[in-house]
């Protein structure tokens, strides 16, 4: 199963709490470097929202103050809160009718939650806004890296991590997602027969052994080639596979379930139904398209940043790519993050498979890494967008790790195939035994 982002709950503050932290913030620094280098931290209100508001879970600071689940109606107005103890009982709160005089209160939550987003948001804009500075007057290490950076990409900057729009759901059915369910990238790395298709040392014209990679059977990955591992002198070499920016990729994603522990596909209409079951005919109504289907969006990451959601962007390349971009298509964040307008990126699952076409850009190879990020690998990122199933485990696929190189021919040709024969010696395989779909 491949590994997933973790679903990150807000921490919960009340303004008293804010406050005093913000005025005691500054006691224990030491020196001038620790001041530069402190992040602001925006205060927490009582569930604190996502822009997109919906339902949420909030951890206390306090360990002792419970836990709580908050549904609202989509509109950012609270109507149920539900207090988890632990050894005990919950305690459910629902929203009185206007009449009745505990309604102030409720109104009261409203405007906090309102007023925590805005002051997280105003705290957002002056950390970027300290970055700037610090950058053009030299006032920490941070932002001196990251003007070097910025000089050797043509002012390039790096991309912030992407945050998802994220809705909770009632404890029991999480973990019933979260066990039965999951998204796999298909990679054809194997032939009919289930063999492992393998690079091979093979003599070329002159009788010379030299090693050839194999193509493989689908359209990603392309190849597996073997590879000297980097330094002096070292003759070590490993398998990778190999991407070429010449070839298309064309990724198929599908969604899983295990029946009887074994993995079955399944179709996202079961897992939407029980995503609608959790909730009204009203909540449903104020739905938009993102939460009522099922909708995966498509990123590169490097190797070892799993989880982190930062994505791989033309700040990590010597020679800038066309358009400042990884794909072609140009890529663009999600549609709630860009004013609501679908990308090329973001695309939708039918019948338990979803299914996008791209290629990298001309300079996005593992040779045009700059320093910073030399002899890295890559991997694609699926990730479901619908807010109810984005913050859980399984609903984030990562593709196994990736070289990228422009051309393929000077390792493998087209149908050069070899499996692992008798006698643990590499023999070809021929288009016969291809897999089949």
């Not at 032939?191 to 040392?201: E, L």
Request: charged share 25%; with cysteine.
């Amino acid at each position: 199963m491949p590994t997933n982002d973790q679903t990150q709950e807000p921490t919960s503050l009340s303004s008293d709490e804010n406050e005093n932290q913000s005025e005691s913030g500054g006691d224990g620094q030491e020196d001038q470097d620790q001041t530069t280098q402190a992040e602001i931290q925006p205060g927490e209100e009582l569930g604190e929202e996502q822009d997109e508001g919906g339902g949420e879970s909030g951890t206390s600071v306090n360990p002792n103050r419970p836990d709580y689940d908050i549904e609202d109606d989509g509109n950012g107005v609270i109507q149920k809160i539900t207090f988890h103890r632990r050894n005990r009982q919950p305690v459910v709160m629902v929203r009185p009718d206007q009449d009745n005089d505990a309604h102030l209160l409720w109104r009261l939550l409203d405007a906090q939650r309102k007023g925590a987003r805005r002051k997280r948001e105003l705290v957002t804009a002056i950390n970027k806004a300290r970055d700037v500075l610090m950058s053009v007057s030299g006032g920490s290490v941070r932002a001196t890296k990251v003007a070097r950076i910025n000089a050797m990409t043509n002012d390039v900057a790096a991309p912030e991590p992407l945050e998802w729009w994220i809705k909770s759901l009632p404890r029991e059915l999480k973990n019933e997602i979260e066990a039965d369910f999951f998204l796999q990238i298909e990679e054809s790395v194997t032939d009919k027969h289930g063999n492992f298709y393998i690079p091979a040392r093979t003599p070329n014209a002159n009788g010379r052994m030299q090693w050839r990679g194999s193509m493989l059977g689908g359209k990603f990955p392309h190849a597996v080639v073997s590879v000297k591992k980097p330094g002096d002198g070292v003759t070590d070499r490993t398998n990778e596979f190999m991407c070429a920016t010449c070839n298309n990729i064309e990724l198929t994603v599908r969604l899983k379930r295990f029946v009887d522990s074994r993995p079955k596909d399944c179709s996202e209409s079961v897992l939407l139904d029980k995503v609608n079951s959790a909730h009204n005919m009203h909540q449903r109504s104020l739905w938009g398209l993102l939460e009522s289907k099922m909708y995966l969006y498509c990123y590169l990451e490097f190797e070892g940043d799993s989880g982190t959601g930062t994505p791989v962007g033309a700040y990590a390349f010597s020679k800038t790519p066309d358009s400042n971009g990884v794909f072609k298509p140009t890529e663009c964040p999600p549609s709630y993050l860009n004013d609501g307008k679908p990308g090329f990126y973001e695309f939708r699952m039918e019948r338990g498979e979803a299914s996008i076409e791209f290629k990298f850009q001309e300079s996005v190879t593992t040779s045009n890494l700059n320093k910073d990020y030399k002899h890295r690998l890559f991997r694609l990122v699926v990730k479901a967008v619908n807010p109810f199933l984005a913050g859980l485990e399984g609903m984030t696929a990562r593709s196994s790790p990736f070289m990228i190189k422009s051309v393929l021919h000077n390792d493998v040709k087209s149908n050069e195939r070899y499996v692992l024969g008798d006698g643990n010696t590499a023999v070809p395989s021929g288009p016969a035994d291809l897999p089949t779909a």
